[in-house]
């Protein structure tokens, strides 16, 4: 592979932001890649910065699932109590109360198994 700046010299790497063959000439290491000197620097430094934002909040988001089940485990359990108590009552509190505790432990089960998946990996 020739650089693309200059067709006679070879290529040592190619550009992580523009994907063109660079010559030593042409290079700059930046430490986590090679990019065009001068041209694509400010590109794929921003680009490294998207990647670490992700990442960190990649690893975030599996603990924000977790903390989301144990509430909606908790917020469940409080509308079922709260359901047992109303069983002579009756009503349409009582059947709200039961709806709503079971819908927030479906809600907290879907939230700790998607917690899991974050955790895996």
């Known amino acids: 592979m020739k650089c693309f700046n200059h067709t006679t010299a070879d290529a040592i790497g190619i550009c992580k932001h523009c994907s063109k063959g660079l010559c030593i000439e042409c290079a700059v290491d930046l430490g986590y ?48 109590v709260l359901a047992i108590s109303l069983v002579r009552v009756g009503g349409i509190l009582f059947w709200f109360s039961l709806i709503f505790g079971l819908l927030m432990l479906v809600g907290a089960f879907f939230s700790y198994r998607s917690s899991r998946g974050f955790r895996r990996d």
């Open 33 to 80: 890649g090679i990019t065009h000197r001068g041209n694509c620097e400010t590109e794929t430094r921003s680009l490294h910065i998207m990647v670490q934002r992700s990442t960190n909040a990649y690893q975030v988001t599996g603990k924000s699932f977790s903390q989301n089940a144990i509430w909606l485990s908790l917020l469940g359990l409080f509308s079922l």
